[in-house]
Structure formats: structure tokens, C-alpha cells
């Protein structure tokens, strides 16, 4: 992600400058502190900057500026969305949907990494209309003209109901040529504070555990399947954790059938632990691109450069099971515990 910011070149030497300084040195320029980049000023006057360019349809007027919508190719790549929480798989699928789809471009999450560096994204785009996701998309269509699908990863924090962030999903919801589609994947609440605590645990000692292992690398798979069995999760807290999670995942879902953006719903587990190709081909028949028939679990694993490294039955993973088990067995999150 860091090295595709720093060879944005050709992307800021596009935009206007101010001040005599280059509008959008946060593509690079805060690399270091793990910022997320800084596109507001170039914002600002994208209108006049994209002026000419493309082609717009009398379908998308409205779409908040017409002119920042001239840029946008109907005939480019489809744009697109991954939306979900971090320790979800994101990696996985970002990288399968754009090996089976023919070419894989940099995986970025744009809107930020954390929940502070989100708050830090759309405090930097709030005066801009929700027109940053169209300007990004732009962009990426120029970049990677050969892809058959672009786009960006988007954690869904608080921030999501932002102004700056309905303003972009609103246009999402009203363009129709070319159209922004949202692939939400959810994954069982419980097995994504598991694989956190497991990577905080790991800091903690100062063991290396990968948020991804590649095929082959026996002993990062090795490592990150021994972090990840017999795992103590601290139970303080942990119900009121899983409801808050469930609840802000059940309102995402529940904002973007308001307001009508085109998205499907998927499931890591369906995906992965289940590896159910039908799942993969629900993704692909909704983008429009990719294998949508007769597509193989092999197939799939051809595509995936990464390695599942979790175990699929808690009892292994947890130290203390029965301890979560007697927490959550009066509650409706049981279900979410499996052995």
C-alpha cells in the first residue's frame, strides 16, 4: 500500500498546486505516520480540473457536480467497494477478486487503516460534496485502464455516517453509468475480536505474527497458527463488545438499503471456511466481471496468494472456551461460538 502511494507521482503532478506546494502531499509526503492521504485541497477544484474530460450521461446529472462527473469512463473498469471490518479477510479478497478478474491492482484502504485515521480522511474531505470518491475513481480508472474492476477498501466506522461519507455513498446510490458498487462482507463478530486479540497478544511480546502468510512461507504459517491456538480473550467487556460491533455492522447494512446503494452481501465464512466457490460467483455476477459460472474451490486457491491461517473450531483457539461459552449462552451472540 505504502509503495503504490509513493509512486502516485504521475496522479499529483495532475493536480493544482497551493501555495506553491503540492496539493496532494499526503499521498506520500505521510507515509511515515500512517496518515491517510490528504486530498482535500485537490478536491476543491476538481471541477474545473476535470473540465472537458470523458464522457457524462444525462442519467448521472444531479450526482452531485456534473463536471466532477465528466471524468468518470462508462467504459472503464467497474468501480467498486470492499466494505468490511479489519481482520475480515479483506486481503484475500481483494486479491482473488482481481486475480479472477484478470488483473489485480494495489490493494488501498482509502477512507483510513484505523478509526482515528478515518476521522482524520473525511475530516480532510467534509467541504467537498462526497465528490473525493469520485475523484479517487477517476484516477484508479486512468492508472489501471487494462483492470476489470478498480477501487478501494473502506472499514466501516462510525465515520461512515458522516456527512463527508453519505455525500459519497449517496452518489454511489444515483450514477448509473458508469455505477459504484459496495461488496459487504461480513464475518462472525467473535472470530474478528479473536484474530485482534491475537495480533495484540503478538505485539505485546514482540512476536512477529503476520496479517498474512503467503503460500510456501512454512514458518510464518507455522508461527501464526501457534499464536492462534490456545488464546486466552479477556471476557471483561467482551459482551458489551460483540453487541456494540453487531449493532454498528446491522446499521451499515441497514444506511446502504436506505439509500438504495447497489452492494451484495457476502460472508467470510461462506468464502473461506465453508469455501464455497457460489459465494465467489455471487460476487462476480453482481460486479459484472469476472468467472460467474463454473468456477472451482481449486480455482479460487490459484488466485489466493495468502494462506488461512485460523482455526475454524473455538475450542481450539480459545484457552478459555467454556469461560466465553457460560458468558455468551444467555445472551442471542451464543450462536456465534462454534467447536
Request: with cysteine; net charge positive.
Amino acid at each position: 500500500y505504502h509503495q503504490f502511494l509513493v509512486k502516485e507521482r504521475a496522479f499529483s503532478e495532475k493536480l493544482p498546486t497551493k501555495n506553491g506546494r503540492d496539493v496532494t502531499d499526503g499521498l506520500d509526503g505521510n507515509i511515515e505516520n500512517k496518515r491517510p492521504p490528504n486530498l482535500g485541497s485537490a478536491l476543491k477544484s476538481h471541477g474545473a480540473a476535470v473540465a472537458g474530460e470523458g464522457n457524462q450521461t444525462e442519467a448521472n446529472r444531479g450526482a452531485g457536480d456534473p463536471k466532477a462527473l465528466n471524468c468518470l469512463n462508462k467504459d472503464g473498469p467497474q468501480l467498486y467497494v470492499l466494505m468490511t471490518l479489519g481482520r475480515s479477510g479483506s486481503g484475500s479478497t481483494w486479491q482473488i477478486i482481481g486475480n479472477l478478474t484478470g488483473y489485480e491492482t494495489p490493494s488501498v484502504e482509502l477512507t483510513g487503516e484505523s478509526s482515528k485515521q478515518s476521522k482524520l480522511f473525511f475530516e480532510r474531505v467534509k467541504d467537498y460534496d462526497g465528490q473525493w470518491i469520485v475523484k479517487y475513481f477517476c484516477h484508479l480508472q486512468k492508472k489501471f485502464p487494462k483492470a476489470k474492476a478498480v477501487g478501494f477498501k473502506w472499514k466501516p466506522y462510525n465515520t461512515i455516517f458522516s456527512k463527508p461519507a453519505q455525500d459519497a455513498l449517496g452518489i454511489a446510490a444515483e450514477l448509473s453509468s458508469p455505477t459504484i458498487k459496495v461488496v459487504r462482507s461480513r464475518r462472525n463478530l467473535l472470530d474478528v475480536l479473536i484474530s485482534r486479540n491475537k495480533h495484540r497478544i503478538g505485539a505485546k511480546k514482540h512476536v512477529s505474527v503476520h496479517a498474512h502468510c503467503l503460500q510456501g512461507d512454512e514458518e510464518c504459517i507455522s508461527d501464526a497458527r501457534a499464536a492462534g491456538t490456545g488464546l486466552d480473550i479477556p471476557t471483561e467487556g467482551l459482551l458489551e463488545e460483540l453487541r456494540s460491533l453487531q449493532k454498528q455492522e446491522d446499521k451499515t447494512d441497514k444506511m446502504l438499503e436506505a439509500l438504495g446503494v447497489p452492494h451484495v452481501k457476502v460472508s467470510y465464512e461462506k468464502l473461506y471456511t465453508q469455501k464455497n466457490p457460489e459465494e465467489w460467483m455471487r460476487i462476480f455476477r453482481f460486479l459484472g466481471v469476472g468467472p460467474t459460472k463454473g468456477l472451482t474451490w481449486k480455482g479460487v486457491e490459484a488466485a489466493m496468494q495468502h494462506v488461512a491461517t485460523s482455526n475454524s473450531f473455538h475450542n481450539v483457539t480459545l484457552n478459555n472456551y467454556e469461560e466465553v461459552r457460560d458468558l455468551l449462552k444467555n445472551s442471542s451472540l451464543l450462536g456465534l461460538l462454534h467447536r
